[in-house]
Nanobody, 130 residues
Framework: QVQLVESGGGSVQPGGSLRLSCAAPESNLNRINLNRVLVGWFRQVPGKEREGISCISSSDGNTIYSDAAKGRFTIFRDNSKNMVYLEGNDLQPDDTATYYC??????????????????WSQGTQVTVSS
């Protein structure tokens, strides 16, 4: 059963922007309430380890970013929609990857490392090229 679904991937030119969305399917009987759990965003390219981008806590909305993400990526919530977003600006070819959202059921982000997250979205491709 898919517990997290993301959308918003696609192709963008260098310097462009993209917004990814993460939601819990309403059809799930045990639907995750994203307002009550921390959510992280990750990306991965073939042959490389999954890279953490950002995490947003549910307890206080606190956010953390990887060094590579600071200044260009923004994570935020819309509690009225039970959704979490990742916005990327000034995207470059090195940002090309499959992007994932994830949670581990906690409320406070300690670090953005894939090893502590156990509920994942299916992934969406982001391609940055001219």
């Amino acid at each position: 059963q898919v517990q997290l679904v993301e959308s918003g991937g696609g192709s963008v030119q260098p310097g462009g922007s993209l917004r990814l969305s993460c939601a819990a399917p309403e059809s799930n009987l045990n639907r995750i309430n994203l307002n009550r759990v921390l959510v992280g965003w990750f990306r991965q390219v073939p042959g490389k380890e999954r890279e953490g981008i950002s995490c947003i806590s549910s307890s206080d909305g606190n956010t953390i970013y990887s060094d590579a993400a600071k200044g260009r990526f923004t994570i935020f919530r819309d509690n009225s929609k039970n959704m979490v977003y990742l916005e990327g600006n000034d995207l470059q070819p090195d940002d090309t990857a499959t992007y994932y959202c994830a949670t581990e059921g906690g409320t406070v982000c300690a670090r953005v490392h894939y090893i502590v997250f156990d509920i994942w979205s299916q992934g969406t491709q982001v391609t940055v090229s001219s």
